[in-house]
T-cell receptor
């Protein structure tokens, strides 16, 4: 039972354009969402997060949007740069509570972003 | 560099064998988490330790075990290995007990190949 899904395994974007990465979740108890970026041969690194009390959080070129009614969040990267090419993981958690699986962060399967020069 | 160190980076072994993966958390971090990433899969939470004690358990097989030592480094032991155990194993650390809104800092992982 995948509670967090990233339905696009890969995305290719031209440098300078917008990259939009999508994530859907099924657990309505999730109230905190994070995006992690992963380069080859490295561990995931935290990128940006959003609490369920907000619908948008912006940090430089990165903006995360949350649509609670649709159980959907997206990461926008504007403008995209070749250095943004990486695998992006969406993750979600239930505030301060360990669920039955003890899964503090539930990750999606990742989306590989390729930004072409 | 996240400050989390995992060794070894690569491990090749045979079915039925036992291996130990090691993790040193960031200085000052008390919580250590282990995650497994199989091919085309997201990161699956295995287990978490906080200051030497098991804090939370996820989808960890009975053949797998972990511990956190007094110096806060952690080891993940995988025994009776099967082909399906081939995966990238990540360790992560954080400061507190794993309450929500915490960022996890990941190591670069150990790639385990079971032949």
């Amino acid at each position: 039972d995948q509670q967090v899904k990233q339905n696009s395994p890969s995305l290719s974007v031209q440098e300078g354009r917008i990259s939009i990465l999508n994530c859907d979740y099924t657990n309505s108890m999730f109230d905190y969402f994070l995006w992690y970026k992963k380069y080859p041969a490295e561990g995931p690194t935290f990128l940006i997060s959003i609490s369920s009390i907000k619908d948008k959080n912006e940090d430089g070129r990165f903006t995360v949007f949350l649509n609670k009614s649709a159980k959907h969040l997206s990461l926008h990267i504007v403008p995209s740069q070749p250095g943004d090419s990486a695998v992006y993981f969406c993750a979600a958690s239930v505030g301060g509570v360990v669920d039955n699986a003890g899964n503090m962060l539930t990750f999606g399967g990742g989306t590989r972003l390729m930004v072409k020069p | 560099d996240s400050g989390v160190t995992q060794t070894p980076k690569h491990l090749i072994t045979a079915t039925g064998q036992r291996v130990t993966l090691r993790c040193s958390p960031r200085s000052g971090d008390l919580s250590v988490y282990w995650y497994q990433q199989s091919l085309d899969q997201g990161l699956q939470f295995l287990i978490q330790y906080y200051n030497g004690e098991e804090r939370a358990k996820g989808n960890i097989l009975e053949r797998f075990s972990a511990q956190q030592f007094p110096d806060l480094h952690s080891e993940l032991n995988l025994s009776s290995l099967e082909l399906g155990d081939s995966a990238l194993y990540f360790c992560a650390s954080s400061v507190h007990t794993g309450q929500a809104y915490e960022k996890l800092f990941f190591g670069s992982g150990t790639q385990l190949s079971v032949l």
